[in-house]
């Protein structure tokens, strides 16, 4: 309106809420959500909370798409210096968006230390999944990621995060992919 109130369609109140998904029966309840979108005409929404990331119908919440934390931890990265790894760090994303290419870019949030030896240090993330990742079982490389990890041989040896020609990320909050 243009006293800067808010207006809602029916006069005052707020049309609905969702705080619960569902995945084949199953209830989830979102923790923390941070960020969701509206994707287009769909009837659907891309939620992050504080450790997935779903892809729901608005109207009854029921899950399309999602990647948990646990899942998260399977997808390996081609590193610098090494072949392909998983890295078992925490999941915190902060933002999802869908790209036209059946993707997801995704930032995780998440900065501190990992649960494994050989990382020490992490200081957060966006990268790219395939949108078909979970419902043909495979586990999906993360093709693109930023900042690169890097395999040093040691001793000891260590995976660290490294930009290029760029400071490393310290806690993203927010990326957009330009075609």
């Given at each position: 309106?243009?006293?800067g109130?808010?207006?809602?369609?029916?006069?005052?109140?707020?049309l609905s809420?969702l705080?619960?998904?569902?995945?084949?029966?199953?209830?989830?309840?979102?923790s923390?959500?941070?960020?969701?979108?509206?994707?287009?005409n769909t009837?659907e929404?891309l939620?992050?909370?504080?450790s997935?990331v779903y892809?729901?119908?608005?109207?009854?919440?029921q899950?399309?798409?999602?990647?948990?934390?646990a899942?998260?931890?399977?997808?390996a990265?081609k590193?610098?210096?090494?072949d392909?790894?998983?890295?078992?760090?925490?999941?915190s994303?902060?933002?999802?968006?869908?790209?036209?290419?059946?993707?997801?870019?995704i930032v995780?949030?998440?900065?501190g230390?990992?649960?494994?030896?050989?990382?020490?240090?992490?200081?957060g993330?966006?990268?790219?999944?395939n949108?078909?990742y979970?419902?043909?079982g495979?586990?999906?490389?993360?093709e693109w990621y930023?900042?690169?990890?890097?395999?040093?041989?040691?001793?000891?040896?260590d995976?660290v995060?490294?930009m290029?020609?760029?400071?490393n990320?310290?806690?993203?909050?927010?990326?957009q992919?330009?075609?």
């Amino acid at each position: 309106s243009s006293d800067g109130a808010w207006s809602y369609s029916n006069g005052s109140a707020v049309l609905s809420q969702l705080t619960t998904l569902y995945s084949g029966g199953v209830k989830i309840r979102l923790s923390g959500p941070r960020y969701f979108s509206v994707l287009g005409n769909t009837g659907e929404l891309l939620i992050c909370d504080s450790s997935a990331v779903y892809r729901a119908k608005a109207s009854d919440g029921q899950i399309s798409w999602q990647l948990t934390a646990a899942d998260y931890r399977t997808l390996a990265r081609k590193m610098t210096g090494k072949d392909s790894e998983t890295v078992d760090v925490p999941f915190s994303p902060y933002r999802a968006i869908e790209l036209p290419n059946s993707r997801y870019l995704i930032v995780n949030n998440y900065a501190g230390r990992t649960n494994g030896t050989t990382m020490m240090k992490f200081t957060g993330e966006v990268f790219e999944v395939n949108s078909n990742y979970a419902s043909n079982g495979a586990n999906l490389d993360i093709e693109w990621y930023a900042p690169n990890m890097v395999y040093t041989a040691g001793p000891p040896a260590d995976i660290v995060q490294q930009m290029i020609n760029a400071p490393n990320f310290d806690q993203p909050t927010c990326a957009q992919r330009l075609q």
